[in-house]
């Protein structure tokens, strides 16, 4: 009877243990597990930002330590009418993400898209001259930056100013100032805040082209002694784009100028993309068909298996690359809110993230943990 009854308490010993075991397991967030590699950052959405995704907010708060805004500190929404400035929403975003201390990216100070038409208009519809145009861009970085002088981590300064073949996008910053508008920008933003660091931004790093040219551009800024920081390669990825060699190479390039390398807007589509052309220019748009939106009930276990394997490929080439590459920022935290639901076809069901549609983790998020706490 004794022997049973000690057994009986040594069995309910181990369980205990082994449920704090799996206690402690679940505690530790992915930031946890990749301490001393590099920052996971997340975009947030403005559902999140207003607190009104709490499931969200705790899973943000436990696993990343980085944060950028996904729309709210576009220009459209910072400065909707000229010198009417609006930092409603982007006050609640860094305030979140003081209280959460975590390092806080601005994005974007100037690109072409998400950018109110006034910017780039006289009065009577025409384009602005050179001079107006600067001025605009002066006062809205300015302003912008000012406002979160030492609050605001990193900026990205300028977003996609280059074509996948290496020209330079015929965007108005670029029409009417010409390519010097990138060292302007990058100026005002250091003269606004000379500690925030400065990025610039870009997707489909892994085209030899734009790679090329991104590479001179950094070159060019660092020649004139202007303050660049890091190269962000957006890493909007899809099951066949783009290799893994080209976006290693992309990486060494970027490195070797001494520059970090950042994954700024990482998201993985399991979704065929419409065209063999694969962009991340949210203007292009393709029209609804079922045959390109075959998972709406549910990711298959093959898809599900490649999804998990091709993330873990590309995050050992970081691993591998770990001491130039500071930051590694998803694009969303769960599926149902990612954009690309509806890029480049409208009302897909995708599964491009590393939380699911019910915030649980994905088997990659699961290893990251496990192998970090046999650490
Ligand atoms: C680009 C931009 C982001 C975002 C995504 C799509 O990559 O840099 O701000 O708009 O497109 O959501």
């Given at each position: 009877m004794i022997i049973k009854k000690s057994i009986v308490s040594i069995l309910t010993l181990l369980i205990i243990a082994s449920c704090n075991a799996t206690k402690v397991k679940q505690e530790i967030g992915l930031k946890d597990a990749l301490k001393g590699d590099f920052l996971i950052g997340v975009a947030m959405n403005n559902k999140q930002i207003l607190q009104n995704d709490k499931v969200g907010t705790d899973l943000i708060i436990k696993h990343f330590n980085s944060i950028v805004a996904d729309n709210c500190m576009k220009s459209e929404v910072i400065q909707p009418a000229e010198g009417k400035f609006d930092f409603t929403l982007s006050d609640q975003f860094v305030k979140f993400g003081e209280q959460h201390k975590m390092n806080i990216i601005?994005?974007?100070?100037?690109?072409?898209?998400?950018?109110?038409?006034?910017?780039?208009?006289?009065?009577?519809?025409?384009?602005?001259?050179?001079?107006?145009?600067?001025?605009?861009?002066?006062?809205?970085?300015?302003?912008?930056?000012?406002?979160?002088?030492?609050?605001?981590?990193?900026?990205?300064?300028?977003?996609?100013?280059?074509?996948?073949?290496?020209?330079?996008?015929?965007?108005?910053?670029?029409?009417?100032?010409?390519?010097?508008?990138?060292?302007?920008?990058?100026?005002?933003?250091?003269?606004?805040?000379?500690?925030?660091?400065?990025?610039?931004?870009?997707?489909?790093?892994?085209?030899?082209?734009?790679?090329?040219?991104?590479?001179?551009?950094?070159?060019?800024?660092?020649?004139?002694?202007?303050?660049?920081?890091?190269?962000?390669?957006?890493?909007?990825?899809?099951?066949?784009?783009?290799?893994?060699?080209?976006?290693?190479?992309?990486?060494?390039?970027?490195?070797?100028?001494?520059?970090?390398?950042?994954?700024?807007?990482?998201?993985l589509t399991v979704l065929p993309f419409p065209k063999n052309e694969i962009t991340a220019d949210i203007a292009t748009t393709y029209k609804y068909d079922p045959v390109m939106n075959p998972y709406i009930n549910g990711i298959p276990d093959s898809a599900y298996l490649a999804f998990n394997n091709r993330l873990k490929t590309f995050l050992d080439i970081c691993f591998k690359h770990k001491n130039h590459i500071s930051r590694i920022t998803v694009w969303g935290l769960s599926d149902k809110d990612s954009w690309k639901n509806d890029f480049p076809v409208k009302g897909r069901t995708d599964y491009p993230l590393l939380f699911d549609r019910n915030y649980q983790p994905k088997h990659i998020v699961n290893e990251l943990i496990k192998k970090a706490d046999k650490k």
């Open positions: 601005g994005h974007t100070l100037i690109w072409h898209s998400q950018a109110p038409d006034w910017f780039f208009k006289d009065n009577n519809g025409n384009p602005v001259s050179r001079d107006v145009l600067i001025e605009r861009m002066k006062s809205h970085i300015t302003t912008t930056v000012k406002h979160y002088k030492g609050r605001v981590h990193g900026w990205d300064v300028v977003n996609e100013a280059i074509n996948d073949n290496g020209t330079w996008r015929e965007s108005p910053f670029y029409k009417i100032i010409g390519k010097d508008y990138i060292k302007m920008a990058f100026k005002f933003a250091h003269e606004a805040d000379p500690n925030a660091q400065l990025y610039y931004n870009d997707y489909n790093m892994e085209e030899a082209g734009r790679r090329a040219t991104v590479v001179q551009l950094v070159k060019d800024l660092q020649q004139d002694g202007i303050r660049i920081d890091a190269v962000g390669m957006q890493s909007h990825f899809t099951m066949d784009y783009p290799t893994y060699e080209a976006f290693e190479k992309s990486i060494e390039a970027f490195a070797a100028l001494g520059v970090k390398v950042m994954l700024t807007e990482l998201d």
